[in-house]
């Protein structure tokens, strides 16, 4: 069983719609869960940390935590564009961040 | 804001050469980590290293070595490289709630 579980996608939603991406975990131990975004080519950005249970939002970006049910989600309101990319899960590992096989967003406009 | 720079964007080399890769962090991190990025496979850590001339071997580090004489410099060598060591291959350093910054990236092509 892969740590960071991820729906590889793509994931299409039209443009100006809320955009839902779901990663489930299986180290219950993790205290820290990111999510980071990569454009084809490109290394993946930081876009979003969350390190308790519940909603931490910035700008149009909502991280979700639920520990007791071991899954992270990131909602993207207003999608754009400019938002197709594939997303990245992780979370902190023993040695260094255990990343998701990502999930790709397509924002048609 | 972070900064994490690598030698270079794109290399070409041939079948048994060694190659250095290096990258450089600007925030005085003292973790840092090699990963290699292959479609379907997702991102393998390679090697790590938490302090000076300290490192520790990743998920895939055969093949590999690194060096780390500075804190802000950390290198990935390939002794000779090999065809199956075309990838893209992206360092990150830690910061200190455990998130990690990437640098751009090389991708590295042997031929």
């Known amino acids: 069983q892969k740590e960071v579980e991820q729906n590889s996608g793509p994931l299409s939603v039209p443009e100006g719609a809320i955009a839902s991406l779901n990663c489930t975990y299986s180290?219950?131990?993790?205290?820290?869960f990111f999510w980071y975004r990569q454009y084809s080519g490109k290394s993946p950005e930081l876009i979003m940390s969350?390190?308790?249970?519940g909603d931490k939002e910035d700008g149009r970006f909502t991280a979700q935590l639920n520990k007791a049910s071991q899954y992270v989600s990131l909602l993207i309101r207003d999608s754009q564009p400019s938002d197709s990319a594939t997303y990245l899960c992780?979370?902190?590992?023993?040695?260094?961040?255990?990343f998701g096989s990502g999930t790709r967003l397509q924002v048609q406009p | 804001d972070v900064k994490v720079t690598q030698s270079s964007r794109y290399l070409v080399k041939r079948t048994g050469e060694k190659v250095f890769l290096e990258c450089v962090q600007d925030?005085?991190?003292?973790?840092m980590f090699w990963y290699r990025q292959d479609p379907g496979l997702g991102l393998r850590l390679i090697y790590f290293?938490?302090?000076?001339?300290?490192?520790e071997k990743g998920d895939i580090p055969e093949g590999y070595s690194v060096s780390r004489e500075k804190k802000e410099r950390f290198s990935l060598i390939l002794e000779s490289a090999s065809t199956n060591q075309t990838s893209m291959y992206l360092c990150?350093?830690?910061?200190?709630?455990?998130?990690?910054?990437f640098g751009p990236g090389t991708r590295l092509t042997v031929t």
């Open positions: 990150a350093s830690r910061g200190v709630h455990y998130e990690q910054y």
């Open positions: 992780a979370q902190t590992g023993r040695r260094a961040l255990t």
């Open positions: 290293s938490y302090d000076v001339k300290m490192k």
């Open positions: 969350i390190y308790s249970n």
């Open positions: 925030m005085d991190h003292e973790n």
């Open positions: 180290d219950r131990g993790s205290q820290s």
